[in-house]
C-alpha cells in the first residue's frame, strides 16, 4: 500500500521482445525503493499503449516468461506431463556463459522484480522451485563442492564423507524425505528412480569377529550398473568408497550411506555447484530490497512462498467473482452467456483471459485482485462484428453484445490467443 501511489516520473522503454535483457542487465537491483516498488510510467517501443497500469503489468509479464525461456534457468519436469508448466531451479552459471559480475548483477535483479510483483500484483508468474527459496534463505544446508573455494580434484567425495561425520545419518535421512518431496513435484519420474534405488537395498547379517552380528545393507551387483547411469559420478563415487565389496560382487555398507548418496546427488543436480550459491545470495539481496524487506519473507518457508507467487488456483467462479457487468440492466442474455463461456474455460485458458484483460494472468492468494478491483465486461452495441478487446490500464473488457453464445465463445477464445495484445483492438 505504501508504493502504489507513489509515481515514477521518468518513463521506462522497452521492446517487447527483450524486456528481461534489458531490465537483468540493467542495475534495477541497487535502485533506491521509491524507484523499485513506486507505480512505473511504461512504453513499449513501436506500440500505441499508453500506460495508465495495464502496460507495467504487462511488462512484468513478459519479463518473467521471457526468463523461463532464458538460460539463467534449468527447466525440468515437462517430459513427466506434457503442457505442464516447468519448475525451474538455477543453471550453471559457466554452462549460462555469465561472467561472475553478470550472474550477479541478474539474480539481483531478478529477485527484485519478484517483489515489485508482489507488492503490486500479490503473486508472481514466475515458477521457481521452493528449493531455491529454501537455499536463499540458509534453510538448505551448502554441501561439497560449494563449501569453500578449493577445487577438490575427487569432486568432493573426501569432503563428503567429513560433512557425514559432522551432521549424523539421522540428518540425512530426515533430510532426504524433504528433498525427495521436491523433486516429485518438479521430476516426478527422477523421484520415482531414487526410491527405486531405495528399495534395491536389502538387510544382511553377518558375524562379526567377536561372534556377534552387525548390520549391514547390501547393493546387489546386478543393480550397481544402474546406479552407476542414474547418479552423478561424485556421489557414485562416494557410495562406492563408502562401501566395501563382496564376493559376488555386491556391496555392503553400514549406516545411512545410500541416503547420502542420493542426498548429495539431488545437490549436485539441482542445488549446488556452478556459482549457484552466488546466484542465491544476488536473488535474496534483490528479493529482500538489500535487506530492508527481510521481514517479508523470513516468516516462510519455501513451499509457501511458492504458494504465495502461485496466487490462488485458477477456477471459473472465483474468476466470476471478481467480474462486473457495465450496464447490468438489458443485457440479462449475454451476462448470462459470459459466465457460461468463462464456466466453460479451461485453468489455462482463464489464466489467459486474466492476462489480456489485465495484463497478469494470476489472482492473488486470497483470490481477489489488489484493492478490491473488479474487472469491469461493458457491453458496446453495433459491434458484432468486432472481437473483445481490452483496457488493461482500466480494468475494461469491451464485449460486443453477440446474440449466440457459441460466437460470443469463439471470439472471446480468438482474442485471448492473439498475440502481442497491445498491438490489437
Known amino acids: 500500500e505504501d508504493y502504489r501511489g507513489r509515481r515514477v516520473e521518468e518513463p521506462l522503454m522497452f521492446s517487447r521482445d527483450a524486456v528481461f535483457d534489458a531490465i537483468a542487465n540493467s542495475r534495477v537491483g541497487t535502485w533506491a525503493e521509491e524507484a523499485l516498488l513506486g507505480e512505473w510510467r511504461v512504453m513499449l517501443n513501436d506500440e500505441s499503449g499508453v500506460d495508465g497500469g495495464g502496460l507495467r503489468r504487462e511488462v512484468v509479464t513478459l519479463f518473467f516468461e521471457q526468463f523461463e525461456a532464458s538460460n539463467l534457468v534449468v527447466r525440468v519436469g515437462t517430459d513427466d506431463t506434457p503442457g505442464a508448466p516447468p519448475t525451474l531451479f538455477i543453471a550453471d552459471r559457466q554452462l549460462a556463459e555469465k561472467s561472475p559480475q553478470q550472474w550477479r548483477q541478474m ?144 556391496i555392503v555398507h553400514s549406516g545411512a550411506v545410500l541416503e547420502w548418496t542420493l542426498l548429495w546427488d539431488v545437490y549436485l543436480k539441482y542445488l549446488g555447484g556452478g556459482d549457484r550459491w552466488l546466484a542465491y545470495e544476488a536473488f535474496v539481496e534483490g528479493l529482500t530490497a538489500k535487506g530492508r524487506r527481510q521481514d517479508l519473507w523470513t516468516a516462510l518457508t519455501g513451499e509457501q512462498i511458492v504458494e504465495v507467487l502461485e496466487g490462488a488456483s485458477l477456477t471459473p467462479s472465483t474468476v466470476v467473482a471478481n467480474l462486473e457487468f457495465k450496464p447490468n440492466y438489458g443485457y440479462d442474455v449475454q451476462i448470462n452467456s459470459f459466465r457460461r463461456v468463462i464456466e466453460s474455460f479451461s485453468e489455462d ?77
Not at 468486432?386 to 483496457?391: E, F, I, N, Q, R
Open 107 to 250: 539474480w539481483t535483479a531478478v529477485g527484485a522484480m519478484i517483489l515489485r510483483a508482489v507488492v503490486h500484483f500479490g503473486n508472481a508468474p514466475v515458477a521457481l522451485s521452493s528449493a531455491v527459496f529454501a537455499c536463499g534463505f540458509g534453510r538448505i544446508k551448502r554441501m561439497p563442492p560449494d563449501l569453500d573455494d578449493d577445487v577438490a580434484l575427487d569432486g568432493g567425495v573426501a569432503q563428503m564423507m567429513q560433512f557425514r561425520e559432522v551432521h549424523g545419518d539421522e540428518w540425512a535421512r530426515s533430510e532426504l524425505l524433504d528433498w525427495l518431496r521436491r523433486v516429485k513435484r518438479a521430476e516426478p519420474h527422477k523421484d520415482a528412480g531414487y526410491r527405486w534405488m531405495l528399495a534395491q537395498r536389502t538387510i544382511a547379517s553377518s558375524p562379526d569377529g567377536g561372534g556377534t552380528s552387525s548390520c549391514g545393507y547390501v547393493l546387489p551387483s546386478e543393480a550397481l550398473e544402474t546406479f552407476m547411469a542414474m547418479l552423478e559420478q561424485p556421489s557414485y563415487q562416494f557410495l562406492v568408497k563408502s562401501s566395501d565389496a563382496i564376493a559376488n560382487g555386491s
Open 349 to 425: 485458458e482463464l489464466s489467459m483471459f486474466l492476462r489480456f484483460a489485465t495484463g497478469i494472468g494470476k489472482l492473488p492468494a486470497n483470490r481477489r485482485f489488489p484493492a478490491g478491483q473488479k474487472l469491469t465486461i461493458r457491453f458496446m452495441p453495433d459491434q458484432l462484428d468486432h472481437l473483445p478487446s481490452a483496457h488493461t490500464c482500466f480494468w475494461v473488457v469491451d464485449l460486443p453484445p453477440y446474440e449466440e453464445e457459441a460466437d460470443m465463445g469463439l471470439k472471446l477464445r480468438q482474442a485471448i490467443a492473439a498475440p502481442q495484445p497491445f498491438a490489437m483492438s
